[in-house]
């Protein structure tokens, strides 16, 4: 019997995981996929790999987090208890995904554990203050990361990563010899290369970043209850991303996977950027973190930045009006174009076609990534303090 329910569990942190690897393979190479740069197969064979490996080293942290401190008894992990919360987590995220919104994996994950921990009454209330004041500084420090990048860096880096892609084909391969060479094609020029090679590697750091965090919020229960231990549930967990990469990501790629895509390729470089590196730093303390929050606010403060490039600092503190924040702020600057000093920059200058968000969607995004978390803890406390089987 308890084998029958293991291989259950294990089937059950695999969904989740192949619905992470759906879900987080279009924001991670959705700008080197539209580019042309790699094709979606070879986007899959990468999200798997690093996925992987930031899974293995740095995501250790936070299962151990999540199956092992966050509960001050790993007792009520037990089997049947951590299928329930991986039942919850799929729900929740199940809701989010009906509303449109992207909700955050690891909100969920520690909401629907918190509220086994409440029925239980082993809640680490510590562990739960250290994971809640993070998520709430994380937002605000990758705002004025990205408010800085914008408003005295981006110009200069949307000069060095904006490309054009070539006609032909990034590479051929020369096979005259024993070993096949790639080489240059003759259209490739090293702006393209650059620009190329860049993508590409942003989205391996944000597939990276995503193991650190997101394997946890599939394997988590199952490691705390003890009946599966570290390695082997990585390695399923990671197994089930890749399937997830290679199948259902095929169709967020090409709508390239969330809004921070639909930004200009360095405005998206950026976000990435920015949102993984805190991630990292993140899943290095053992802290489950939303990538999709993050984000946001990193969007929200590169626009305000570049915007405030007309006006010096003093200028802008003790203005009344706002500078205007528009997407289209963000590509305003182009290939040789020679930018004067920050204050002298005409407003006109910074167009603004677009508006960097819509305030009804950004209202409705966050009320449901604080709804749908809500929603997993309510129903895990409620299902393990009141249904007998598991005897809370």
């Not at 790993?74 to 929740?92: Q, R």
């Not at 003759?186 to 391996?204: D, F, M, P, S, Y």
């Not at 990501?249 to 809004?259: C, F, K, N, Q």
């Not at 040789?336 to 677009?354: F, K, M, S, V, Y």
Request: proline share 6%; charged share 10%; hydrophobic share 55%.
């Amino acid at each position: 019997m308890v084998e029958a329910l293991l291989v259950v569990g294990v089937l059950v942190a695999m969904f989740v995981a192949y619905n992470i690897g759906g879900s987080t393979t279009g924001p991670a190479f959705g700008p080197a996929v539209g580019a042309d740069a790699i094709s979606k197969t070879a986007a899959a064979a990468l999200m798997g790999v690093f996925f992987f490996l930031g899974a293995w080293t740095v995501g250790r942290n936070v299962v151990t987090k999540l199956g092992r401190e966050l509960v001050v008894s790993t007792s009520v992990f037990t089997l049947e208890s951590s299928i329930a919360v991986l039942f919850f987590i799929g729900v929740a995220l199940l809701m989010g995904n009906l509303f449109g919104v992207p909700a955050s994996t690891s909100m969920t994950a520690v909401g629907a554990i918190a509220g086994l921990g409440l029925a239980g009454g082993v809640l680490d209330f510590a562990v739960m203050a250290e994971i809640l004041t993070w998520w709430i500084v994380s937002p605000i420090i990758g705002f004025w990361v990205s408010l800085i990048i914008g408003r005295y860096f981006y110009a200069r880096l949307n000069r060095f990563v904006a490309m054009e892609r070539s006609s032909g084909p990034l590479f051929d391969v020369d096979r005259s010899g024993l070993v096949p060479i790639p080489r240059l094609h003759r259209t490739t020029n090293r702006r393209e290369l650059g620009g190329t090679i860049t993508v590409v590697a942003i989205g391996c750091l944000m597939a990276f970043s995503s193991g650190t965090s997101n394997i946890a919020n599939a394997v988590a229960p199952l490691v705390g209850s003890g009946e599966l231990a570290m390695n082997p549930a990585i390695i399923f967990g990671g197994i089930a991303v890749t399937i997830g990469a290679f199948t259902i990501a095929r169709r967020t790629l090409e709508t390239m996977g969330s809004d921070i895509t639909e930004l200009p390729l360095t405005a998206a470089i950026v976000v990435a950027s920015v949102s993984s590196t805190l991630v990292i730093f993140l899943s290095a303390l053992g802290i489950p973190a939303s990538f999709v929050i993050i984000a946001t606010m990193a969007i929200v403060g590169l626009g305000w930045g570049r915007a405030t490039r007309p006006m010096t600092v003093p200028e802008a503190v003790s203005s009344e009006e706002g500078p205007p924040v528009s997407v289209s702020a963000l590509a305003a600057d182009e290939e040789g174009e020679e930018l004067p000093p920050i204050g002298e920059e005409e407003p006109e200058d910074i167009p603004r076609a677009a508006e960097l968000f819509n305030p009804a969607t950004t209202a409705r995004v966050v009320l449901m990534q604080n709804i749908v978390p809500a929603i997993a803890t309510l129903g895990a406390y409620l299902c393990f303090q009141f249904v007998p089987v598991f005897g809370f």
